[in-house]
């Protein structure tokens, strides 16, 4: 197996940190400068014995000369500020100048807007990679009228990779991507999330894996009506259908007890989004905001939900998108306590829940959502 | 809210639920989680660093302090303490420039001593004088980590070096720290020497009115100078009369006045009366010859009667009046409100 160059990370690193510091400051801070000059003298190290450097990303792993690099919290970082980006594929050519390199960091300093950069030297661009799902795929996705339909392959892989992670082996992240991404795509191309509204069929799976992938399709779902960059969906996908990760390390007994909880129970259970939290930190790949979101998505607006935290603390946004669709879905399922809620039930907690429990402005954007849905055009897809 | 999802924002958000996290598991019972953490929070501590976060690293430092009990949080506190981690720190004193020197020490405070060999190292070798100040003023927040390395390189060849390690240490404001410094009292370098008579006066040593009297009877003009500047701190009678000595010398050439008005500066903040008939003397002077520069001093003179006690000055006050000198008279007035009023 061909170890890629020790000069690969040290350029990649170089190349992260040149476009942190540029979106903090400027593109003309002394920093960027320091750290574009050592990536140049990285870049042309790497050039003596190659034509190029070609980087392809596909789902948080980074590919140099077909083999996957070795996963690195720097390398990480880079591939994350490549997917926020929307850059699939990195391409440098021998003859690199500075100039190029400062250019390159700029566009990866960008946040939104226009993020295709070519020179002579180095390239940029999106790579549409497809998931092997045969060339079937299009047509069948095609006459997917709702979300019911997910396919049994997404199904069967998250089911392994919930078995993977009960057992706390290390998660196969790039199975999840290939997971988020269909889902993702599924969303966009029924061109109507108000569709993402209508809850997976649940057959006999545990409700842990239903109300992940409803969760999942729902914040996504809630993100592109928000107008979030396309490029971002992916890691808030991933995200949300993580969240509840940490139940997997709650005791059955406690996860499926059917009568209320008491005061102990209680207590082992409001600790699974620290669990959740620990247990994706230990998997290298796996995107940061992921990590937040299993940690934050029962913390409230109010700050009155779990974990407590100190009073400066700053909620993401994907952590409270999650934390409305995980109370909508939870509400609209039947549980072994409860049945399954009215819509026009659930909108009242909603409600009544915004500015408290809930984000005020995602509760309002998620119950016009409802609302178009039970309006007489609406596009609701059945229960 | 949009930038929370991406950028520094989120490696803030992440930094935080990595510490939430670690002071929330006993890692000590759970080794992997621990250094997973630890993991993640060393390549974020290096990445604060990179884009000049210091305050951040700060407060990452104040947790992991309140977490000492935990492993992890004992291996990235080993990590603030490396020789690349510290490097790193005082190199962004240069890079970052002045905006980011608050921060920039407050970190440095925080984590103390293992910042103290390598303050010093650069201290010697530093060029640029600002760095110099950013350099001194950390050293000096270190307080008494600094003394042992301190002491121990007052014997280095560089005499910069030496003068600023004389200035550090006098900032403990602790006299024992002269017992070492009394081995330099002979150096050759008249800067040290002038550093330490400034060290002695400060702790108001008897070896320092020793030096001043030797400064002041030196013929080198600059050595003097700055012997009669310092001279404002010492009490000793030999040393007032030598500035009296001094201020009597004949001459009013624009050297001769530069010294005879930093002698009338320094009598007027010792305020002995017993100045008040030399300083009354100047008040009547007149030099043809040079005639704007003796017209300064009798000014400066003027000036300096509000240093003295109201009583003891009212009396030339009132001679100056008398002799229609109004311009000095409003002077002396000017700086001694209360005899203004009772004229």
């Not at chain 1, 009215?342 to 809930?358: D, F, T, W």
Request: net charge neutral.
């Amino acid at each position: 197996m061909n170890v890629p160059p020790a000069a690969l990370p040290n350029l990649l690193h170089h190349l992260a940190t040149a476009s942190a510091n540029a979106f903090l400051y400027a593109a003309g801070h002394p920093q960027v400068a320091r750290h574009c000059a050592h990536a140049l003298t990285e870049a042309e190290g790497l050039l003596a014995d190659r034509e190029e450097i070609s980087l392809v990303l596909i789902g948080n792993q980074l590919i140099f000369e077909g083999r996957p690099l070795e996963q690195s919290p720097t390398l990480e970082r880079f591939a994350q500020g490549l997917r926020a980006r929307g850059i699939g594929h990195l391409k440098v050519r021998r003859g690199v100048t500075r100039q190029e390199v400062i250019g390159l960091v700029r566009t990866l300093s960008r946040h939104g807007g226009e993020n295709s950069f070519s020179t002579d030297h180095v390239r940029l661009g999106k790579v549409e990679v497809r998931f092997s799902r045969g060339e079937s795929e299009t047509a069948a996705r095609r006459e997917i009228s709702g979300l019911g339909d997910i396919h049994a392959d997404e199904r069967a892989k998250l089911m392994e990779i919930y078995e993977v992670s009960r057992r706390r082996s290390k998660l196969k992240v790039v199975g999840i991507f290939e997971i988020v991404s269909s889902f993702v795509d599924v969303v966009r191309e029924i061109a109507d999330p108000l569709l993402a509204l209508g809850p997976l069929r649940s057959k006999d799976d545990d409700y842990t894996f239903t109300h992940s992938t409803n969760v999942c399709i729902l914040t996504v779902a809630q993100a592109m009506t928000l107008g979030v960059e396309e490029s971002l969906l992916q890691d808030i996908g991933v995200a949300a259908l993580l969240h509840d990760i940490g139940k997997l390390f709650i005791p059955a007994e406690v996860l499926e007890k059917p009568g209320r909880l008491d005061d102990a129970e209680w207590e082992i259970m409001r600790r699974h989004p620290l669990l959740g939290a620990r247990y994706l930190l230990e998997n290298p790949g796996v995107p940061r905001i992921a990590v937040i979101a299993a940690y934050e998505h029962h913390m409230q607006f109010d700050f009155r939900g779990y974990p407590s935290v100190g009073g400066d603390w700053q909620q993401n946004l994907c952590s409270q998108m999650t934390a409305v669709s995980d109370v909508f879905d939870a509400l609209r399922t039947k549980r072994p306590y409860r049945g399954a809620m009215e819509m026009g039930k659930i909108a009242g907690i909603l409600s009544e829940g915004a500015g408290s429990q809930l984000n005020p402005v995602l509760s309002r954007h998620f119950l016009r959502l409802l609302d178009r849905l039970n309006s007489p055009g609406g596009s609701a897809a059945s229960d | 809210m949009k930038k929370s999802l991406a950028g520094h924002p989120l490696e803030l958000q992440f930094c935080n639920v990595i510490l939430q996290v670690m002071q929330s598991i006993p890692t000590e019972e759970e080794p992997e989680a621990g250094a997973a953490s630890a993991r993640n929070l060393g390549d974020l501590c290096g990445y604060f660093l990179e884009v000049g976060d210091f305050s951040f690293l700060a407060a990452i430092h104040g947790r992991m302090q309140e977490m000492k009990g935990v492993p992890a949080a004992g291996d990235v506190l080993t990590l603030f303490e490396g020789a690349d981690f510290v490097r790193a720190v005082i190199d962004g004193s240069a890079l970052w420039g002045k905006g980011k020197h608050p921060e920039i020490r407050c970190l440095i405070r925080a984590v103390g001593p293992a910042f103290v060999e390598p303050l010093l190292d650069r201290l010697a070798e530093e060029p640029n004088i600002s760095l110099r100040r950013f350099l001194i003023e950390t050293l000096i927040d270190l307080g008494e980590a600094v003394r042992g390395p301190a002491i121990a390189r007052l014997t280095d060849e560089r005499w910069h070096l030496v003068r600023n390690l004389v200035l550090i240490l006098r900032s403990l404001g602790d006299p024992e720290i002269l017992r070492p410094l009394h081995g330099l009292l002979t150096h050759p370098h008249v800067r040290v020497r002038q550093e330490l008579l400034k060290t002695f006066l400060y702790f108001g040593s008897a070896e320092a009115d020793r030096l001043l009297l030797e400064d002041l009877c030196q013929q080198g003009r600059e050595r003097q100078l700055m012997a009669l500047q310092l001279a404002e701190r010492s009490r000793s009678r030999k040393v007032f009369e030598k500035i009296l000595e001094l201020l009597r010398r004949k001459g009013m050439s624009g050297s001769d006045l530069e010294f005879k008005i930093v002698a009338i500066r320094t009598l007027g903040h010792l305020g002995n009366p017993e100045a008040l008939p030399e300083i009354e003397k100047l008040l009547w002077t007149r030099n043809l010859l040079f005639s704007r520069n003796c017209e300064k001093l009798r000014m400066e003179a003027a000036r300096s009667l509000g240093c003295y006690p109201a009583e003891s000055t009212r009396e030339v006050i009132r001679k100056l009046v008398q002799s229609g000198q109004a311009g000095l008279a409003a002077l002396a007035c000017r700086e001694n409100q209360g005899e203004a009023t009772a004229l």
